[in-house]
Protein backbone atom coordinates (compact mmCIF):
# COMPACT_ATOMS: atom_id res chain seq x y z
CA UNK A 1 0.00 0.00 0.00
CA UNK A 2 1.48 3.37 -1.24
CA UNK A 3 2.60 5.65 1.86
CA UNK A 4 2.72 2.72 4.72
CA UNK A 5 5.89 2.92 6.79
CA UNK A 6 6.52 -0.60 8.47
CA UNK A 7 8.45 0.09 12.14
CA UNK A 8 10.23 -2.38 13.69
CA UNK A 9 10.70 -2.50 17.88
CA UNK A 10 14.48 -2.70 17.21
CA UNK A 11 14.06 0.74 15.05
CA UNK A 12 12.05 2.87 16.96
CA UNK A 13 14.73 3.63 19.39
CA UNK A 14 16.97 4.76 16.24
CA UNK A 15 14.16 6.72 15.48
CA UNK A 16 13.47 8.25 18.71
CA UNK A 17 17.17 9.29 18.89
CA UNK A 18 17.10 10.77 15.54
CA UNK A 19 14.26 12.50 16.01
CA UNK A 20 15.67 13.98 19.30
CA UNK A 21 18.33 15.00 17.74
CA UNK A 22 17.09 16.91 14.96
CA UNK A 23 15.69 20.53 16.49
CA UNK A 24 19.67 20.68 18.19
CA UNK A 25 21.39 20.03 14.61
CA UNK A 26 18.88 22.12 13.17
CA UNK A 27 19.34 24.92 15.58
CA UNK A 28 23.00 24.41 15.74
CA UNK A 29 22.92 25.07 11.53
CA UNK A 30 20.90 27.91 12.06
CA UNK A 31 23.78 29.46 14.59
CA UNK A 32 26.26 28.44 12.46
CA UNK A 33 24.88 30.29 9.14
CA UNK A 34 24.42 33.10 11.15
CA UNK A 35 27.55 33.50 12.60
CA UNK A 36 29.06 32.26 9.10
CA UNK A 37 31.87 30.57 10.72
CA UNK A 38 33.72 27.50 9.39
CA UNK A 39 35.00 26.42 12.97
CA UNK A 40 31.63 26.23 14.22
CA UNK A 41 30.42 23.43 11.78
CA UNK A 42 33.49 21.87 11.53
CA UNK A 43 33.17 21.37 15.51
CA UNK A 44 29.83 19.61 14.06
CA UNK A 45 31.70 16.96 11.81
CA UNK A 46 30.23 18.93 9.06
CA UNK A 47 32.52 20.58 6.03
CA UNK A 48 30.15 22.74 3.84
CA UNK A 49 32.95 23.60 1.60
CA UNK A 50 33.63 19.83 0.65
CA UNK A 51 30.76 19.16 -1.66
CA UNK A 52 31.37 23.24 -3.17
CA UNK A 53 35.33 22.08 -3.53
CA UNK A 54 33.84 18.93 -5.89
CA UNK A 55 31.84 21.20 -7.46
CA UNK A 56 34.05 23.44 -8.55
CA UNK A 57 37.29 20.62 -9.25
CA UNK A 58 35.03 19.45 -12.18
CA UNK A 59 34.34 22.57 -13.93
CA UNK A 60 36.25 24.59 -16.33
CA UNK A 61 36.75 28.01 -15.85
CA UNK A 62 35.17 30.12 -18.99
CA UNK A 63 35.75 33.82 -18.84
CA UNK A 64 32.11 35.53 -19.35
CA UNK A 65 32.54 39.13 -21.44
CA UNK A 66 30.96 40.90 -24.12
CA UNK A 67 33.25 39.75 -26.94
CA UNK A 68 33.37 42.28 -29.56
CA UNK A 69 35.94 42.47 -32.70
CA UNK A 70 37.80 45.34 -34.08
CA UNK A 71 36.16 46.48 -37.75
CA UNK A 72 35.55 49.10 -39.98
CA UNK A 73 38.81 50.69 -40.32
CA UNK A 74 40.53 50.68 -43.57
CA UNK A 75 44.30 50.75 -43.99
CA UNK A 76 46.10 53.37 -45.27
CA UNK A 77 43.65 55.57 -42.73
CA UNK A 78 44.93 58.66 -41.32
CA UNK A 79 45.87 58.89 -37.67
CA UNK A 80 43.23 61.18 -36.56
CA UNK A 81 44.53 64.32 -33.88
CA UNK A 82 44.55 63.64 -30.29
CA UNK A 83 45.38 65.93 -27.40
CA UNK A 84 44.76 63.63 -24.10
CA UNK A 85 45.61 64.55 -20.87
CA UNK A 86 47.91 61.24 -18.46
CA UNK A 87 46.66 60.77 -15.41
CA UNK A 88 49.41 59.50 -13.51
CA UNK A 89 52.03 62.37 -14.55
CA UNK A 90 49.50 64.99 -15.17
CA UNK A 91 50.97 65.89 -18.94
CA UNK A 92 49.04 66.20 -21.75
CA UNK A 93 50.40 64.65 -24.71
CA UNK A 94 49.62 65.44 -28.65
CA UNK A 95 49.49 63.08 -31.54
CA UNK A 96 52.54 65.86 -32.59
CA UNK A 97 54.36 64.67 -30.11
CA UNK A 98 55.44 61.63 -32.06
CA UNK A 99 56.09 63.04 -35.35
CA UNK A 100 59.53 62.59 -35.09
CA UNK A 101 59.20 58.46 -34.90
CA UNK A 102 59.08 56.28 -37.45
CA UNK A 103 56.19 54.22 -36.44
CA UNK A 104 53.50 54.88 -33.79
CA UNK A 105 51.37 52.16 -32.03
CA UNK A 106 47.69 53.39 -30.57
CA UNK A 107 46.09 50.83 -28.45
CA UNK A 108 42.90 50.99 -26.57
CA UNK A 109 42.90 48.99 -23.33
CA UNK A 110 41.14 49.44 -20.17
CA UNK A 111 41.20 48.31 -16.31
CA UNK A 112 38.82 45.83 -15.73
CA UNK A 113 38.37 44.07 -18.94
CA UNK A 114 39.45 40.32 -19.23
CA UNK A 115 40.81 40.49 -22.85
CA UNK A 116 43.42 42.89 -21.65
CA UNK A 117 44.18 41.52 -18.45
CA UNK A 118 45.01 38.86 -20.32
CA UNK A 119 47.86 40.26 -22.32
CA UNK A 120 48.24 43.31 -20.10
CA UNK A 121 51.74 41.59 -19.31
CA UNK A 122 52.75 40.77 -22.38
CA UNK A 123 51.89 43.95 -24.07
CA UNK A 124 54.39 45.58 -21.78
CA UNK A 125 57.34 43.33 -22.77
CA UNK A 126 56.63 43.94 -26.21
CA UNK A 127 56.25 47.70 -25.56
CA UNK A 128 59.37 47.78 -24.00
CA UNK A 129 61.29 45.32 -26.81
CA UNK A 130 60.11 48.06 -29.83
CA UNK A 131 60.43 51.44 -28.01
CA UNK A 132 64.36 50.41 -28.07
CA UNK A 133 64.01 49.92 -31.82
CA UNK A 134 61.97 53.24 -32.32
CA UNK A 135 58.45 52.93 -32.07
CA UNK A 136 56.22 55.69 -30.05
CA UNK A 137 53.95 53.42 -28.35
CA UNK A 138 50.44 55.23 -26.80
CA UNK A 139 47.49 53.21 -24.62
CA UNK A 140 44.29 54.99 -24.40
CA UNK A 141 41.52 54.54 -22.17
CA UNK A 142 38.20 55.58 -23.57
CA UNK A 143 35.81 53.75 -21.06
CA UNK A 144 32.70 55.49 -19.56
CA UNK A 145 33.31 55.97 -15.65
CA UNK A 146 29.57 56.70 -15.74
CA UNK A 147 29.04 52.60 -16.36
CA UNK A 148 32.35 51.26 -15.20
CA UNK A 149 34.07 53.87 -12.46
CA UNK A 150 36.73 51.03 -12.15
CA UNK A 151 38.48 52.47 -15.59
CA UNK A 152 38.47 55.97 -14.24
CA UNK A 153 41.55 58.55 -14.19
CA UNK A 154 42.81 57.49 -10.51
CA UNK A 155 42.08 53.92 -11.07
CA UNK A 156 44.43 54.68 -14.48
CA UNK A 157 47.57 56.03 -12.95
CA UNK A 158 47.72 53.11 -9.98
CA UNK A 159 47.31 50.74 -13.21
CA UNK A 160 49.99 52.08 -15.08
CA UNK A 161 51.96 52.36 -11.93
CA UNK A 162 51.59 48.78 -10.56
CA UNK A 163 52.39 47.61 -13.68
CA UNK A 164 55.61 49.65 -14.93
CA UNK A 165 53.72 51.08 -17.69
CA UNK A 166 56.76 52.12 -20.52
CA UNK A 167 54.49 54.43 -22.63
CA UNK A 168 51.67 57.03 -21.65
CA UNK A 169 48.09 56.05 -20.72
CA UNK A 170 46.15 58.99 -21.62
CA UNK A 171 42.18 59.31 -20.79
CA UNK A 172 39.52 59.33 -23.45
CA UNK A 173 36.93 61.04 -21.08
CA UNK A 174 34.79 62.84 -24.16
CA UNK A 175 35.01 59.35 -25.97
CA UNK A 176 35.53 61.39 -29.36
CA UNK A 177 39.58 60.32 -29.85
CA UNK A 178 37.89 56.39 -29.88
CA UNK A 179 35.11 57.19 -32.28
CA UNK A 180 37.58 59.47 -34.32
CA UNK A 181 40.01 56.53 -34.47
CA UNK A 182 36.33 53.91 -35.18
CA UNK A 183 37.63 51.94 -32.30
CA UNK A 184 35.45 49.54 -30.49
CA UNK A 185 36.81 47.22 -28.23
CA UNK A 186 39.32 46.86 -26.00
CA UNK A 187 42.47 45.91 -26.73
CA UNK A 188 42.25 47.31 -30.47
CA UNK A 189 45.96 47.63 -32.12
CA UNK A 190 46.05 50.81 -34.41
CA UNK A 191 49.73 50.50 -36.18
CA UNK A 192 50.93 53.42 -38.11
CA UNK A 193 54.13 54.63 -40.07
CA UNK A 194 55.54 57.71 -40.62
CA UNK A 195 54.62 58.87 -44.58
CA UNK A 196 56.92 62.05 -45.02
CA UNK A 197 55.14 65.26 -43.82
CA UNK A 198 51.81 63.38 -44.27
CA UNK A 199 49.79 62.28 -41.03
CA UNK A 200 50.76 58.60 -39.59
CA UNK A 201 49.22 56.10 -42.40
CA UNK A 202 47.17 52.68 -40.90
CA UNK A 203 49.64 49.53 -41.75
CA UNK A 204 47.89 47.35 -39.06
CA UNK A 205 44.56 47.25 -37.52
CA UNK A 206 44.64 43.80 -35.96
CA UNK A 207 44.71 40.88 -33.19
CA UNK A 208 47.85 40.87 -30.66
CA UNK A 209 47.74 36.83 -31.45
CA UNK A 210 45.74 34.19 -31.36
CA UNK A 211 45.52 33.63 -27.37
CA UNK A 212 42.63 34.65 -25.40
CA UNK A 213 41.40 34.43 -21.76
CA UNK A 214 39.85 30.41 -22.49
CA UNK A 215 41.69 29.35 -24.84
CA UNK A 216 45.02 27.65 -23.43
CA UNK A 217 47.04 29.20 -26.60
CA UNK A 218 50.30 30.54 -25.24
CA UNK A 219 50.56 34.57 -25.45
CA UNK A 220 53.56 34.93 -27.93
CA UNK A 221 52.21 38.39 -29.36
CA UNK A 222 53.11 36.65 -33.11
CA UNK A 223 50.81 39.11 -35.32
CA UNK A 224 51.85 42.43 -33.81
CA UNK A 225 55.48 41.90 -33.67
CA UNK A 226 55.80 40.66 -36.84
CA UNK A 227 53.82 43.63 -38.50
CA UNK A 228 55.98 46.10 -35.82
CA UNK A 229 59.19 44.25 -38.00
CA UNK A 230 57.96 44.79 -41.38
CA UNK A 231 57.23 48.63 -40.58
CA UNK A 232 60.58 49.16 -38.86
CA UNK A 233 62.75 47.12 -41.11
CA UNK A 234 60.72 49.29 -44.08
CA UNK A 235 58.77 46.19 -45.39
CA UNK A 236 55.23 46.15 -46.35
CA UNK A 237 52.85 44.69 -43.81
CA UNK A 238 50.81 41.52 -44.85
CA UNK A 239 47.06 42.63 -45.35
CA UNK A 240 46.44 39.28 -44.17
CA UNK A 241 45.10 40.69 -40.71
CA UNK A 242 43.61 39.12 -38.23
CA UNK A 243 40.71 41.29 -36.19
CA UNK A 244 41.66 42.05 -32.29
CA UNK A 245 38.82 40.81 -30.32
CA UNK A 246 37.98 42.09 -26.58
CA UNK A 247 35.64 43.60 -24.98
CA UNK A 248 33.34 46.13 -26.29
CA UNK A 249 34.44 49.95 -25.31
CA UNK A 250 31.96 51.29 -22.52
CA UNK A 251 30.12 54.29 -24.39
CA UNK A 252 28.49 56.97 -22.63
CA UNK A 253 24.71 56.09 -21.84
CA UNK A 254 23.94 59.47 -23.77
CA UNK A 255 26.27 58.97 -26.41
CA UNK A 256 26.01 54.82 -27.23
CA UNK A 257 25.43 53.91 -30.48
Wanted: net charge positive; glycine share 6%; charged share 20%.
Amino acid sequence: MAGVLTVTASSMGVHRRLLGALPALSANRALCYSLSSPKCYLSMGWNPLQRRIRVLRSRKLVIRAARTDSKGVSLGFRAPYFELPEPLTGKVWKLDDFESYPALLVMFICNHCPFVKHLKKDIVKLSNFYMKKGLAVVAISSNSVITHPQDGPDFMAEEAKIFNYPFPYLYDESQDVARNFGAVCTPEFFLFKKDGRRPFELVYHGQFDDSRPSNNVPVTGRDLSLAIDSVLSGQPVSSNQKPSVGCSIKWNPELKP
